[in-house]
T-cell receptor, first 113, second 115 residues
Framework: GNSVTQMEGPVTLSEEAFLTINCTYTATGYPSLFWYVQYPGEGLQLLLKATKADDKGSNKGFEATYRKETTSFHLEKGSVQVSDSAVYFCALSATSGTYKYIFGTGTRLKVLA | DAGVIQSPRHEVTEMGQEVTLRCKPISGHDYLFWYRQTMMRGLELLIYFNNNVPIDDSGMPEDRFSAKMPNASFSTLKIQPSEPRDSAVYFC?????????????FGPGTRLLVL
């Protein structure tokens, strides 16, 4: 079946450090891939997405590339800020059968000033 | 656009009481989802609707949970009777349609504490 695996957190970085949060997936067909972010006390919101192989999603300095050969969608940012402290969820949407979004377990990022 | 609206934002109740959570999706969205988030189990899909019809309720934990969508602008999730293990944050989300790449828009959540 479809699944998403994220690196466990928490991830603690100093401001301006480079960020990578790993995400790998298992899916039949050609899923779309997403990163959602959840700030404290709020619901999840879309950060970026990619709908086909080799697509790069980007937003607010974050990037992720859909790598079909390695079934990965790692999230990166060149220089994190304190305001990036949040929980990040990798997700995929199945493209066949019942509509299903599969979310990863989330990775908590803490950025220190 | 007001986004997805949930009420109440916080609910504290005693074990055995009935709890009703409410959701208003974004106007024009055909899909509505109910999720539960806990530290132990992460984000779980409970049920989703398409055009007000429940499509998949396989995530509903047990018969104490029920969900309805009487019209396109309103849905409820009811727990009766509530138990302490139901304590969690419950999210409602909606999406425009189903093409395989749709964004889900989440509400702010209802934080439920069952004593």
């Amino acid at each position: 079946g479809n699944s998403v695996t994220q690196m466990e957190g928490p991830v603690t970085l100093s401001e301006e450090a480079f960020l990578t949060i790993n995400c790998t997936y298992t899916a039949t067909g050609y899923p779309s891939l997403f990163w959602y972010v959840q700030y404290p006390g709020e619901g999840l919101q879309l950060l970026l997405k990619a709908t086909k192989a080799d697509d790069k999603g980007s937003n607010k300095g974050f990037e992720a590339t859909y790598r079909k050969e390695t079934t990965s969608f790692h999230l990166e940012k060149g220089s994190v800020q304190v305001s990036d402290s949040a929980v990040y969820f990798c997700a995929l949407s199945a493209t066949s059968g019942t509509y299903k979004y599969i979310f990863g377990t989330g990775t908590r990022l803490k950025v220190l000033a | 656009d007001a986004g997805v609206i949930q009420s109440p934002r916080h609910e504290v109740t005693e074990m055995g009481q009935e709890v009703t959570l409410r959701c208003k999706p974004i106007s024009g969205h055909d899909y509505l989802f109910w999720y539960r988030q806990t530290m132990m189990r992460g984000l779980e899909l409970l049920i989703y609707f398409n055009n007000n019809v429940p499509i998949d309720d396989s995530g509903m934990p047990e018969d104490r949970f029920s969900a309805k969508m009487p019209n396109a602008s309103f849905s409820t999730l009811k727990i009766q009777p509530s138990e302490p293990r139901d304590s969690a944050v419950y999210f409602c989300a909606s999406s425009l349609s189903w093409t395989g790449s749709e964004t889900q828009y989440f509400g702010p959540g209802t934080r439920l504490l069952v004593l």
